[in-house]
């Protein structure tokens, strides 16, 4: 008898031990469940943005800004923060397969992106059905924060709502340059046929008339058969093709050779400003207009950030969203350093609670604004501008 007391007071005594060790398990009671690091092992985030092919300016741009914010970050709780990047391809498969990819890994905490409005649609459907949370730098179409229509649970977005440039491009055209007849032209992506559509409504609100809204294929060559339908209609004073940048440069070289549209004026949106799509439209893109986010940030944080982009990627910012990812990736540390909970040398932070963080964003001082989230994940502080094509550089010309 005495033996067995014996063999039982060293159980006791080894389990002992081994909680005031840490091996006792932490109890999570977050609804969608804890994501834990123990010592030594790094806080993991993921991107999923458009860093391959045509539009890889305007994913690379977003990323730098992400690299750069965990750069400033350095450490949570004395863990490392590591990056999965991933490519959304710019299309709805692209942002599937990232967003599959992404939630098979139990150890990522956090997602930023998707680049594209397209790729942002399906994947944030797979990231909030798996209790993620994902913050988008540059999706802008006003269905992903519509309960009605595509937003999900988890998603939120530092970059503006097209609402708001939709209507910013159509007054520009009618109260600056002075048109009263457009068109508009999509490729059927979430982002273009939600801009083109904000623009051509609230053009008409204010006084203007539409002569065509008309679509075009993702992947065309040949623009002439939309571009003649348009001019067929008018042709208008003005044409606004909030399309990416294999498609807008072949609408742009084109729409000069169709009979009518010589002297038509062009604009094209922020999926189209970069390096690339200065090459895409060549000469013809000369003098025409582009809408997008107001680059005109200031501040010692940003003199910091864009020093540190320079110093690692050589060059200044080479697309428009890279101080919305910034800002974004920001948001997601703070909420992370907000929920986690120390558990001696690791830490558990639930998924439930970072959203519920995340949502409740108020006041955030970044480079692009004042951040405040809605319910359903508008958080962006909107401010947007015009730039005209100059001798091969976007010259900002309104407000």
């Known amino acids: 008898m005495s033996k067995k007391l014996y063999i039982f007071s060293i159980l006791i005594a080894l389990s002992l031990i081994l909680a005031a060790c840490g091996g006792a398990e932490y109890d999570c009671e977050d609804a969608l469940g804890c994501v834990s690091y123990a010592e030594g092992e790094p806080v993991r985030l993921a991107s999923a943005l458009v860093i391959s092919g045509a539009n890889a300016d305007l994913g690379l741009d977003s990323q730098y800004g992400v690299e750069i914010a965990i750069a400033f970050q350095e450490t949570l709780f004395g863990h490392e923060i590591e990056l999965q990047a991933e490519d959304d391809g710019c299309s709805a498969e692209g942002g599937q397969a990232a967003g599959q990819k992404i939630v098979s890994d139990p150890t990522i905490v956090g997602i930023v992106g998707t680049s594209c409005s397209?790729?942002?649609v399906p994947m944030s459907k797979v990231v909030s059905d798996a209790g993620y949370a994902m913050v988008s730098p540059s999706n802008t179409a006003p269905s992903l924060t519509d309960p009605a229509v595509a937003w999900n649970p988890g998603y939120l977005r530092t970059a503006h709502n097209d609402e708001v440039q939709g209507k910013a491009m159509a007054e520009f055209a009618l109260e600056v340059l002075g048109v009263t007849t457009a068109a508009a032209i999509h490729d059927g992506d979430p982002y273009t046929e939600g801009l083109a559509r904000v623009f051509?409504?609230?053009?008409?609100?204010?006084?203007g008339t539409i002569v065509e809204f008309t679509a075009v294929n993702?992947?065309?060559t040949d623009m002439r058969p939309?571009?003649?339908a348009v001019a067929a209609a008018g042709p208008p004073e003005f044409i606004y093709y909030p399309v990416f940048t294999a498609e807008g440069g072949f609408l742009t070289k084109q729409a000069k050779e169709v009979s009518g549209l010589e002297d038509t004026i062009l604009a094209a949106a922020d999926g189209m400003i970069s390096e690339s799509a200065i090459e895409a439209v060549g000469e013809a893109g000369e003098g025409m207009y582009f809408s997008g986010p107001d680059l005109g940030f200031s501040g010692d944080l940003y003199d910091k950030f864009i020093a540190k982009y320079v110093e690692d990627y050589g060059s200044e910012p080479i697309s428009v969203f890279h101080a919305h990812a910034f800002d974004a990736t920001r948001m997601l540390l703070g909420c992370i350093e907000q929920v986690a909970v120390e558990d001696g040398d690791s830490i558990h932070i639930g998924r439930q609670a970072l959203r519920t963080c995340l949502y409740a964003t108020a006041d955030f001082e970044g480079i692009t604004g004042t951040l405040t989230c809605t319910e359903h994940g508008d958080?962006?502080?909107?401010q947007i501008s015009v730039s005209q094509l100059t001798d091969g550089e976007y010259v900002p010309v309104w407000p």
């Open 118 to 120: 397209g790729a942002g």
């Open 200 to 207: 051509a409504d609230s053009f008409e609100e204010m006084g």
């Open 218 to 220: 993702k992947g065309d």
């Open 226 to 228: 939309a571009l003649a």
């Open 379 to 382: 958080c962006a502080d909107p």
